[in-house]
C-alpha cells in the first residue's frame, strides 16, 4: 500500500485556510465595532496626544524591553548558545510578522527559522518554542492568581445556568475524547519530547533561571507598558488592578486568531478598563496609547529587521 504523502499538506493547508477565514470575521467584527464607537476612539487618540510625556516614556523603555525578556526566554529554552544580538533582533522580528499572521504563525515561523539556523534540527527547535510558550503560559496563570486576591471581585464570574455548565461540561468531555482518539497518537512524541526537554531544563539552574525570568519579565513589562499609559492619560486605577485586567484580557484574547491579537485585544483590553470603572474615552486612550507602543510604531521597523536577517541569512 503506497502511503498518501499528500495527505498531511492538504490537512495542513485546509486549518490554514479556516483560521484564515475566522480571523477575517474577527477583524470584519472589530471594524464593525470601531466604526460604532468612533465619537469614543476619537476622544481618546486627543486624550493621549496630550497625556503626559513622561510616563509615555516609561511605557516606550517597557515596551523595549520586553523584546529583550523575550530573547532570554527563548536562551533560556535552548541548550545551545544563541547570538545573544542576532536573538534580540529575531524577536523583534518575529513580533512584526506575528501581526501580519493569524494565532502567532509569524512569530512561530522566524523563531524556528532563526534556531534552526543557529544549528538546531527542525524538531528540536520546535520542542524549544513549545518550551518557552509553556512556562509564558504557566507564568501568566501564576500571576493572576497571585494578583487575584490583591483585587478581589475584580475577575467576577459570572452566574451561569446549570443547564448550560451541563452542556458545556459534556461538549468539553466529548471534545477530549475526540482529541484523545484522533490526535493523541501524533501528539504523544511530541509531548513526550517536550516533557523531556522541561526536566533537562531543571537540571541546569542557569537555563531555567534565564526561561522562567524571561518569561515573567516578558509579562510584567507588557503589564507596566498598560500600567504607564493609564497614568499618562490619568485614569484612576491602581497599578495591581491594570496588571491583573491586562493578563486576564490578552489571556482570553489569545483564544481568537487575530493577528497580534488585533482588534480581539483591543476590544477585551477596553472592556475590561471600563468593566472595572474607568471612563470609556480614558480606556480607549490607554488601550491605543498601549497599541502604538507594542505594535504599530514597531511595525515597519520590525519588518526591516526581518528583511535584514533574511539578507544575511540569519533566518
Known amino acids: 500500500m503506497v502511503p498518501n504523502v499528500n495527505a498531511t499538506p492538504v490537512t495542513g493547508r485546509r486549518g490554514v485556510y479556516w483560521q484564515t477565514g475566522l480571523c477575517l470575521v474577527l477583524l470584519a467584527g472589530a471594524g464593525w465595532l ?3 464607537h468612533w465619537p469614543t476612539v476619537q476622544h481618546g487618540a486627543l486624550r493621549l496626544a496630550v497625556a503626559d510625556q513622561g510616563w509615555l516614556l516609561v511605557a516606550a523603555l517597557a515596551a523595549l524591553g520586553t523584546w529583550v525578556s523575550s530573547a532570554l526566554a527563548q536562551q533560556g529554552a535552548v541548550a545551545r548558545r544563541l547570538p545573544g544580538g542576532r536573538l534580540v533582533a529575531a524577536q523583534f522580528a518575529a513580533s512584526a510578522a506575528n501581526h501580519l499572521l ?9 523563531n ?23 512556562a509564558g503560559a504557566v507564568v501568566r496563570l501564576v500571576l493572576i492568581a497571585a494578583l487575584a486576591p490583591v483585587c478581589p471581585g475584580l475577575l467576577r464570574i459570572p452566574h451561569v445556568p446549570a443547564a448550560v455548565l ?3 461540561t459534556a461538549a468539553a468531555v466529548l471534545l477530549a475524547v475526540l482529541v484523545r482518539a484522533r490526535l493523541w497518537a501524533r501528539c504523544r512524541g511530541a509531548v513526550t519530547a517536550v516533557a ?5 531544563l531543571h537540571t541546569r539552574p542557569v537555563r531555567a533561571a534565564a526561561l522562567w525570568g524571561g518569561s515573567v519579565a516578558f509579562a510584567a513589562l507588557h503589564s507596566l507598558v498598560l500600567i504607564a499609559v493609564t497614568r499618562a492619560v ?16 490578552s489571556g482570553a484574547a489569545a483564544l481568537l486568531p ?13 472592556l475590561a478598563l471600563t468593566a472595572s470603572g474607568a471612563p470609556a474615552a480614558a480606556a480607549a486612550s490607554a488601550v491605543l496609547g498601549y497599541r502604538l507602543l507594542t505594535m504599530w510604531l514597531p511595525l515597519l521597523p520590525g519588518l526591516v529587521v526581518l528583511g535584514l536577517l533574511v539578507r544575511r541569512r540569519a533566518l
Open 234 to 249: 490619568g485614569l484612576p486605577l491602581s497599578p495591581a488592578r491594570v496588571a491583573l485586567l491586562y493578563l486576564a484580557a
Open 112 to 134: 524556528l527559522r532563526f534556531l534552526m539556523r543557529c544549528g538546531l534540527p527542525a524538531g528540536c527547535g520546535a520542542s524549544a518554542l513549545a518550551v518557552k510558550g509553556a
Open 166 to 168: 451541563l452542556a458545556a
Open 34 to 36: 470601531l466604526r460604532r
Open 102 to 110: 493569524p494565532a502567532g504563525l509569524g512569530a512561530g515561523a522566524v
Open 196 to 200: 523531556a526537554d522541561i526536566r533537562d
Open 258 to 270: 487575530t493577528p497580534g491579537g488585533l482588534g480581539s485585544l483591543d476590544a477585551a483590553l477596553a
